[in-house]
């Protein structure tokens, strides 16, 4: 009994840099997004359902699209890492795959703004290849854009969550699969894929997240209208001060990832049960 | 030998990267035959396995089965099913599915699928566990999932990889029957890879033993127990007790020379290919008898025996480990394990007497005595032939 001072004691700087650097803003949040001129109400939501309905829509699209797209890319990656049978192909995939994960989304925006404008890197060799004339050249700035600059920058984080699950599978599983003829395309979707499935719905929900939470993106790329929910945030705090609008609309992306999020919570209570 | 040669392995050399582990190995194979490969961990057992069922490359020689080269076809081109030491069932499949999964990959029906599934349950007694995951099943269970999944395509060679390793003692003892049984009434062929020599004695009609990537020796059971070719299969047929002695070879009879440590005998030399010098000789536990010896008697001064060696010894400790008393008995500096019916005390002076067909005599090739053999500095060894020149 005398032993609870010490431990609590123990647990309060953890417990009151959680409560307010974290909880207490949130709250915050919360509440501001109820708060209007004439005392709590819905007012905030209704207008940001008026103003960005097709904003949310167009969010929940392009990381969905990206979300599904960095799934199969990295099962394609993992699955080469792991079973690839040349050996140099499998080191060369395994050093550069990586590579994006060391670059900031900003960085991403900047880089693809250059190489996928109507005149950029990209049409540019087209051209220069003869593969399109001048006139055919159009710009991926816009949703195309947001989704390529996701999935570039993503898919390298869950390929390593995944390719270190699959390294850590029994390589006797795979070569029982062999061994009674699937092909290497069957391993992967029959065995190897299923034995990792928790560790890509965790590396996907994490994406998820984070793509959700993309600010630079948007902005860089594709700024005009729709756009994404963090875009409009920061248009209502910088244009009109508008908190009440902003922090509904971050609630409204937050219940979306909690979506997200209880679904991966159902999906592995139930493996465990 | 009588084997017609199905499974047939011929110069196979293969290993991995610079080491090599198989070199130039030859082996066939009869139809029908259960072949167990006995060998301690990195004798290449393992790794001829790998490379009869095509998951190992080999670097030379060839692979056929039947008559047909097998040698650079895939695993599943080969008419070979292997069962993995860890069983390698699929964790996300219930049971059905993973005995099932080889005919699915043959295009088989779906009611096809099922007959053969619920007559591999009912032959394995699994039947009713077809809805279950490997994780609720028991070790036991999971193995014979794992066979039935090898034996649901029909292969024609049944390969094995350790797979009672896995499994506790007891219920090992009653799987190693279960295999071979079943073996023996589907007729299939069937090799075994295991380092325990009483598993393979067990199941096996002809053991193979290796060391580091040869065959030290092949025969049935009782050929490898009773007339071991090398120290190396002695030591791994339980004859684990060595002695160093000297002798000379006259016809058909090997002259035991009176050493420090045992008498002088006259033993049938039984075709063996031995010649007069020093011998190596082996024995088990169980086939020698511990008699008891009078003190201060010396063995090298006693008269020749006919069909048996005695050795004079003092019992170091006594234990029971079932059926016998085991001693501990000291012969110079080497510990010997005797058993005997009766438990000798401690201290006491004793006479282990070895019967001619119990004793294993190999030469010692490069110990021929000579000026030069304390440059060995093995004690005792140096000690021994020092004795025999006096």
Same mark, same amino acid.
């Given at each position: 009994?005398?032993?609870?001072?010490?431990?609590?004691?123990?647990?309060?700087?953890?417990?009151?840099?959680?409560?307010?650097?974290?909880?207490?803003?949130?709250?915050?949040?919360?509440?501001?997004?109820?708060?209007?001129?004439?005392?709590?109400?819905?007012?905030?939501?209704?207008?940001?359902?008026?103003?960005?309905?097709?904003?949310?829509?167009?969010?929940?699209?392009?990381?969905?699209?990206?979300?599904?797209?960095?799934?199969?890319?990295?099962?394609?990656?993992?699955?080469?890492?792991?079973?690839?049978?040349?050996?140099?192909?499998?080191?060369?995939?395994?050093?550069?795959? =990586?590579?994006?994960?060391?670059?900031?989304?900003?960085?991403?925006?900047?880089?693809?703004?250059?190489?996928?404008?109507?005149?950029?890197?990209?049409?540019?060799?087209?051209?220069?290849?003869?593969?399109?004339?001048?006139?055919?050249?159009?710009?991926?700035?816009?949703?195309?854009?947001?989704?390529?600059?996701? @999935?570039?920058?993503?898919?390298?984080?869950?390929?390593?969550?995944?390719?270190?699950?699959?390294?850590?599978?029994?390589?006797?599983?795979?070569?029982?699969?062999?061994?009674?003829?699937?092909?290497?395309?069957?391993?992967?979707?029959?065995?190897?894929?299923?034995?990792?499935?928790?560790?890509?719905?965790?590396?996907?929900?994490?994406?998820?997240?984070?793509?959700?939470?993309?600010?630079?993106?948007?902005?860089?790329?594709?700024?005009?209208?729709?756009?994404?929910?963090?875009?409009?945030?920061?248009?209502?705090?910088?244009?009109?001060?508008?908190?009440? @609008?902003?922090?509904?609309?971050?609630?409204?992306?937050?219940?979306?990832?909690?979506?997200?999020?209880?679904?991966?919570?159902?999906?592995?209570? =139930?493996?465990?049960? | 030998?009588?084997?017609?040669?199905?499974?047939?392995?011929?110069?196979?050399?293969?290993?991995?990267?610079?080491?090599?582990?198989?070199?130039?190995?030859?082996?066939?194979?009869?139809?029908?035959?259960?072949?167990?490969?006995?060998?301690?961990?990195?004798?290449?057992?393992?790794?001829? /396995?790998?490379?009869?069922?095509?998951?190992?490359?080999?670097?030379?020689?060839?692979?056929?089965?039947?008559?047909?080269?097998?040698?650079?076809?895939?695993?599943?081109?080969?008419?070979?099913?292997?069962?993995?030491?860890?069983?390698?069932? +699929?964790?996300?499949?219930?049971?059905?599915?993973?005995?099932?999964?080889?005919?699915?990959?043959?295009?088989?029906?779906?009611?096809?699928?099922?007959?053969?599934?619920?007559?591999?349950?009912?032959?394995?007694?699994?039947?009713?566990?077809?809805?279950?995951?490997?994780?609720?099943?028991?070790?036991?269970?999971?193995?014979?999932?794992?066979?039935?999944?090898?034996?649901?395509?029909?292969?024609?060679?049944?390969?094995?990889?350790?797979?009672?390793?896995?499994?506790?003692?007891?219920?090992?003892? !009653?799987?190693?029957?279960?295999?071979?049984?079943?073996? !023996?009434?589907?007729?299939?062929?069937?090799?075994?890879?295991?380092?325990?020599?009483?598993?393979?004695?067990?199941?096996?009609?002809?053991?193979?033993?290796?060391?580091?990537?040869?065959?030290?020796?092949?025969?049935?059971?009782?050929?490898?127990?009773?007339?071991?070719?090398?120290?190396?299969?002695?030591?791994?047929?339980?004859?684990?007790?060595?002695?160093?002695?000297?002798?000379?070879?006259?016809?058909?009879?090997?002259?035991? /020379?009176?050493?420090?440590?045992?008498?002088?005998?006259?033993?049938?030399?039984?075709?063996?290919?031995?010649?007069?010098?020093?011998?190596?000789?082996?024995?088990?536990?169980?086939?020698?008898?511990?008699?008891?010896?009078?003190?201060?008697?010396?063995?090298?001064?006693?008269?020749?025996?006919?069909?048996?060696?005695?050795?004079?010894?003092?019992?170091?400790?006594?234990?029971?480990?079932?059926?016998? +008393?085991?001693?501990?008995?000291?012969?110079?500096?080497?510990?010997?394990?005797?058993?005997?019916?009766?438990?000798?005390?401690?201290?006491?002076?004793?006479?282990?007497?070895?019967?001619?067909?119990?004793?294993?005599?190999?030469?010692?090739?490069?110990?021929?005595?000579?000026?030069?053999?304390?440059?060995?500095?093995?004690?005792?060894?140096?000690?021994?032939?020092?004795?025999? !020149?006096?």
């Amino acid at each position: 009994m005398q032993r609870r001072l010490p431990a609590l004691l123990l647990v309060l700087p953890a417990l009151t840099v959680i409560l307010f650097l974290f909880v207490l803003p949130l709250a915050l949040s919360v509440a501001g997004a109820f708060e209007t001129e004439t005392g709590f109400g819905l007012d905030n939501f209704v207008k940001s359902f008026a103003l960005y309905s097709s904003d949310m829509i167009f969010t929940l699209m392009i990381v969905g699209l990206s979300t599904c797209m960095i799934g199969l890319v990295s099962i394609a990656i993992g699955g080469y890492l792991t079973l690839g049978e040349n050996p140099r192909a499998v080191a060369i995939l395994r050093w550069l795959y =990586r590579w994006p994960l060391f670059i900031p989304f900003i960085v991403v925006g900047q880089v693809l703004r250059t190489f996928l404008a109507k005149n950029g890197l990209m049409n540019n060799i087209l051209v220069g290849a003869g593969l399109i004339t001048p006139l055919q050249a159009i710009s991926f700035l816009d949703w195309r854009g947001i989704v390529i600059a996701f @999935v570039w920058k993503q898919t390298p984080f869950v390929t390593l969550l995944l390719a270190g699950a699959m390294a850590s599978v029994d390589r006797g599983t795979i070569e029982a699969a062999r061994n009674l003829g699937a092909s290497r395309a069957r391993i992967l979707v029959e065995i190897l894929v299923p034995q990792v499935a928790r560790t890509l719905m965790v590396g996907l929900v994490l994406s998820f997240v984070t793509m959700m939470s993309v600010l630079s993106v948007p902005l860089m790329i594709n700024a005009q209208s729709p756009t994404m929910l963090t875009a409009d945030i920061a248009f209502r705090i910088n244009a009109y001060g508008d908190y009440g @609008v902003a922090n509904a609309l971050g609630l409204i992306s937050l219940a979306a990832t909690a979506c997200v999020a209880w679904f991966y919570l159902r999906q592995s209570m =139930r493996d465990r049960g | 030998m009588m084997h017609q040669g199905f499974l047939d392995i011929a110069g196979l050399s293969a290993g991995y990267g610079a080491t090599q582990v198989l070199g130039g190995l030859d082996l066939s194979i009869g139809e029908g035959e259960f072949v167990a490969l006995l060998g301690a961990s990195g004798c290449g057992k393992t790794t001829l /396995l790998r490379a009869i069922a095509g998951f190992a490359t080999p670097s030379a020689g060839r692979i056929s089965v039947a008559g047909q080269d097998v040698t650079h076809r895939p695993p599943d081109k080969r008419g070979m099913a292997l069962v993995f030491q860890s069983y390698a069932l +699929w964790p996300h499949m219930s049971v059905a599915r993973n005995i099932g999964y080889g005919l699915k990959l043959r295009g088989r029906s779906k009611a096809e699928i099922a007959r053969r599934v619920g007559e591999l349950e009912e032959l394995l007694g699994l039947t009713g566990l077809g809805d279950r995951k490997p994780a609720a099943l028991s070790g036991g269970q999971r193995q014979r999932v794992a066979l039935g999944r090898a034996l649901a395509v029909d292969p024609r060679i049944l390969l094995l990889d350790e797979p009672l390793s896995n499994l506790d003692a007891r219920i090992r003892l !009653k799987v190693r029957h279960d295999i071979s049984a079943l073996q !023996k009434r589907l007729g299939i062929t069937a090799v075994h890879v295991t380092h325990d020599r009483e598993e393979a004695m067990v199941m096996a009609d002809r053991i193979v033993i290796l060391d580091r990537g040869r065959i030290a020796q092949q025969g049935t059971p009782q050929a490898l127990y009773n007339r071991p070719e090398t120290s190396f299969v002695a030591a791994f047929m339980g004859a684990e007790n060595r002695i160093e002695l000297s002798a000379g070879i006259e016809g058909d009879t090997v002259a035991i /020379l009176a050493g420090p440590h045992n008498a002088p005998a006259r033993l049938p030399r039984d075709g063996r290919p031995l010649s007069s010098g020093p011998l190596e000789a082996r024995f088990r536990a169980e086939a020698a008898r511990l008699l008891p010896a009078a003190e201060g008697e010396d063995v090298a001064t006693s008269d020749v025996t006919d069909e048996a060696l005695d050795l004079a010894g003092r019992v170091e400790t006594a234990s029971y480990p079932g059926g016998a +008393w085991r001693h501990s008995v000291r012969i110079g500096d080497e510990t010997l394990l005797v058993d005997a019916p009766e438990p000798f005390a401690q201290g006491a002076a004793v006479r282990i007497r070895i019967p001619a067909p119990a004793l294993f005599l190999f030469d010692r090739p490069g110990e021929v005595p000579g000026p030069n053999e304390g440059s060995t500095g093995n004690g005792p060894r140096g000690r021994a032939l020092e004795a025999l !020149k006096t």
